[in-house]
């Protein structure tokens, strides 16, 4: 089960969500398609990812910020790519331009802070903007609890799609990477990351929440957006109904 759209259109146009979308994907495809070997694929990671334990002893400060924009294979981009598109369009809404931006780059500062502070001496690169992106929706989670997010089922042979409250959503995405930062997971995943982006994000939304009028902002719109709800066609079940009698 995963999101592949909200009901939460964006009053202006998300000029910086577009351009981290443009950026990440044409990084992607630069070296994608002209590093020729394993080899030096890994050895470019290295260059310009973030490696723990380079940075505990003072080195690839840089990989702070260049991490951030390299992925490791088609599914790592396309996934967070499309969580960046269905929820960053709002919090720029929200921010403003400038604003939005400092705060995607602050919440993968903070994602990155947190795996190294668990792992520091991890020799291996951290790459990926799931750590900013998970801040994006610690934010939204803060902002639109209740805006309503289309995820698409998948099991086995069965397909549908359905709307639920953005709070399901996220809170089940959040308590899974809870779960396995808890119980280290190696599985290649930076969970500690996710974990510190999204934290952070929740709480630099906070006062702009508190600007709003706090829990008067959710009682107004009920956690809702504060604008009509896009709406959508969902494609019907297959499944026979069974009338009540």
Known sequence: MFPIRDHNPSGRVPFVTYALLAINIAVFLSYW???????????????????????????GLGGLITHMFLHGGWLHLAGNMLFLWIFGDNLEDE????GYLLFYLTCGLAAAGLQVIGNPWFDGPLVGASGAIAGVLGGYLML?????????????????????????VLSVWFVVQAFHGYAATEDGVAYLAH??????????VL?????????AFWARNEGM????????KLSPSRIPRVPKR
Not at 46 to 54: E, I, K, N, R
Not at 162 to 168: K, L, V, Y
Not at 195 to 204: H, L, N, P, T
Not at 225 to 232: D, I, L
């Open 225 to 232: 957006p504060p604008h009509p709800e896009a709406k959508y």
């Open 207 to 215: 006062p702009i929440l508190l600007r709003r009028g706090g829990r």
């Open 144 to 168: 639109f609890p209740r805006a309503r997010v289309d995820v698409l089922l998948i099991f086995i042979i069965f397909f549908r799609v359905f709307s639920i409250p953005a709070w399901i």
């Open 195 to 204: 974990i510190g982006g999204f934290v952070a994000g929740a709480m630099m």
């Open 95 to 98: 921010m403003g331009h400038v």
């Open 33 to 59: 398609f002209t590093l020729r070997s394993g080899y030096e694929l890994g050895a470019f990671y290295y260059t310009w990812g973030l490696v723990p334990a380079q940075l505990m002893q003072g080195h």
